[in-house]
């Protein structure tokens, strides 16, 4: 019999909806695959790091913005811990600082990951985009299989197909 | 995010009329209320004016990023503006500004803000763009130029 060739999925958060929809197709996944989940939220310290010494935030506007991260990193952390308990799926939360492509390449490596569960791109609307997006940037580097989550309709009816497994009460996060 | 999500041909402005910063900025943010049909002007406006009031975001070489965080606006806007003539802005390099990025979101997007602003910050900061933008005639030359 063949290996179970994916036994860790890492999806990352970036507070965005579509980031949220890769958290309920990995939610799916794991549980078809019985794989281990692991979600990662990243503060983006170095782009305001980057953001006070090009001058335009102040430090005081630094400190206040990496404190909104932080709650927001955790809210939704914490919503698809929820979203994973509900379908009988335990899910590693892990929130890191720094630069978001490198710290997802750390992650990776350190939780011997399989695949990387990332939501849908942005449209390419220049070829600058594509230089500046984040997520671009961690599809085009990533070195292991990357499952990109397009459709939240069809995510959202996939995740709801799953069994309850505790019956308990979602909150919004947001 | 990425900036082409969020930069809008009617939320660009080629040229401003006005000749001073809070004028500029009162341009900019009328811009915005009146496209979007937004109800909260003053709101917004003071914001924008209080970030100012901290200290100036005139940077370098004719660009400025005004910025605020509001719960005025439900999403993030940017507005972009190139004034006629350069106008006294309080800049880094001591500099009058022409060219005006107004970058506004609410205090729920903190990451993509900082996405936002980071794009603007690293796009307006290479030479060749910075030639070319001072070549920019029409608010369609300048969307062009971001969405080429």
């Given at each position: 019999?063949?290996?179970?060739?994916?036994?860790?999925?890492?999806v990352?958060?970036?507070?965005?909806?579509?980031?949220?929809?890769?958290?309920?197709?990995?939610?799916?996944?794991?549980?078809?695959?019985?794989?281990?989940?692991?979600?990662?939220?990243?503060?983006?310290?170095?782009?305001?790091?980057?953001?006070?010494?090009?001058?335009?935030?102040?430090?005081?506007?630094?400190?206040?913005?990496?404190?909104?991260?932080?709650?927001?990193?955790?809210?939704?952390?914490?919503?698809?811990?929820?979203l994973?308990?509900?379908?009988g799926?335990?899910?590693?939360?892990?929130?890191?600082?720094?630069?978001?492509?490198?710290?997802?390449?750390?992650?990776?490596?350190?939780?011997?990951?399989?695949?990387?569960v990332?939501?849908?791109?942005?449209?390419?609307?220049?070829?600058?985009?594509?230089l500046?997006s984040?997520?671009?940037?961690?599809?085009?580097?990533?070195?292991?299989?990357?499952?990109?989550?397009?459709?939240?309709?069809?995510?959202?009816?996939?995740?709801?197909?799953?069994?309850?497994?505790?019956?308990?009460e979602?909150?919004?996060s947001? | 995010m990425?900036?082409?999500?969020?930069?809008?041909?009617?939320?660009?402005?080629v040229?401003?009329?006005?000749?001073?910063?809070?004028?500029?900025?009162?341009?900019?943010?009328?811009?915005?209320?009146?496209?979007?049909?937004?109800?909260?002007?003053?709101?917004?406006?003071?914001?924008?004016?209080?970030?100012?009031?901290?200290?100036?975001?005139?940077?370098?070489?004719?660009?400025?990023?005004?910025?605020?965080?509001?719960?005025?606006?439900?999403?993030?806007?940017?507005v972009?503006?190139?004034?006629?003539?350069?106008?006294?802005?309080?800049?880094?390099?001591?500099?009058?500004?022409?060219?005006?990025?107004?970058?506004?979101?609410?205090?729920?997007h903190?990451?993509?803000?900082?996405?936002i602003?980071?794009?603007?910050?690293?796009?307006?900061?290479?030479?060749?763009?910075k030639r070319?933008?001072?070549?920019?005639?029409?608010?369609?030359e300048?969307?062009?130029l971001?969405?080429?």
């Amino acid at each position: 019999m063949m290996e179970q060739m994916f036994k860790r999925l890492l999806v990352y958060l970036d507070g965005s909806e579509d980031s949220m929809s890769a958290a309920m197709a990995s939610i799916v996944l794991a549980k078809q695959l019985g794989a281990a989940l692991t979600a990662v939220y990243v503060v983006n310290t170095k782009a305001l790091l980057d953001l006070v010494k090009a001058h335009i935030f102040l430090d005081a506007e630094q400190q206040e913005y990496q404190r909104d991260i932080e709650g927001d990193a955790q809210r939704h952390l914490n919503h698809v811990q929820k979203l994973g308990r509900k379908k009988g799926v335990d899910i590693t939360c892990l929130k890191r600082e720094g630069e978001v492509t490198k710290e997802v390449r750390a992650c990776i490596s350190e939780h011997d990951i399989d695949i990387l569960v990332l939501g849908g791109l942005s449209e390419i609307h220049s070829r600058r985009d594509e230089l500046l997006s984040d997520t671009d940037r961690m599809m085009r580097s990533a070195s292991l299989p990357v499952f990109v989550v397009k459709d939240n309709d069809d995510v959202w009816d996939m995740y709801e197909s799953l069994e309850d497994i505790d019956g308990e009460e979602m909150y919004e996060s947001r | 995010m990425n900036l082409g999500d969020v930069l809008h041909k009617d939320l660009v402005k080629v040229p401003l009329t006005g000749v001073t910063k809070n004028q500029v900025i009162e341009e900019l943010v009328d811009l915005l209320v009146t496209r979007r049909q937004l109800p909260n002007r003053e709101e917004i406006l003071q914001s924008v004016m209080d970030r100012e009031h901290l200290g100036s975001t005139g940077l370098v070489d004719g660009i400025a990023i005004p910025h605020a965080k509001t719960d005025a606006v439900s999403e993030v806007f940017v507005v972009v503006g190139v004034s006629a003539a350069p106008v006294p802005f309080e800049s880094q390099d001591g500099e009058d500004c022409s060219y005006f990025f107004l970058v506004l979101a609410p205090s729920d997007h903190a990451s993509a803000h900082i996405e936002i602003l980071s794009a603007i910050a690293r796009t307006t900061a290479s030479s060749s763009f910075k030639r070319i933008l001072k070549a920019v005639k029409s608010p369609d030359e300048l969307y062009e130029l971001f969405i080429d």
